[in-house]
């Protein structure tokens, strides 16, 4: 059984910063695609950013020049450190990998994280 494990979420006033965590664990072969998604409250999921397993990283526009994202590939996790926020960007936000697993490759999905950008 593969989980995906988010934390770093929480409060923050607009203009700070927050790191979000997410690993992977269970009977793991191959981690391909690492992702951040989010979704506010009546809106649809978006993705916010991603990375391949070769690291090659691409981000929703709303984020670029203040989100970074990362991966651990030896620790099977990745990270994604959000810089200068703005109240726009509360949301739960949700780690994604794409994991080849006991033979099969499929979409696993984290338990979601809250993060609330607000004064």
């Known amino acids: 059984q593969v989980q995906l494990v988010e934390s770093g979420g929480g409060l923050v006033q607009p203009g700070g910063s927050l790191r979000l965590s997410c690993a992977a664990s269970g009977r793991i072969f191959s981690i391909y695609t690492m992702g951040w998604y989010r979704q506010a409250p009546g809106k649809q999921r978006e993705l916010v950013a991603d990375v391949t397993s070769a690291g090659e990283a691409r981000y929703v526009d709303s984020v670029m020049g203040r989100f970074t994202i990362s991966r651990d590939n030896a620790k099977a996790s990745v990270y994604l450190q959000m810089n200068s926020l703005k109240p726009e960007d509360t949301a739960i936000y949700y780690c994604?990998?794409?994991?080849?697993?006991?033979?099969?490759?499929?979409?696993?999905w984290g338990q979601g994280t809250q993060v609330t950008v607000s004064s």
């Open positions: 994604n990998a794409d994991i080849t697993a006991q033979g099969r490759r499929g979409s696993f």
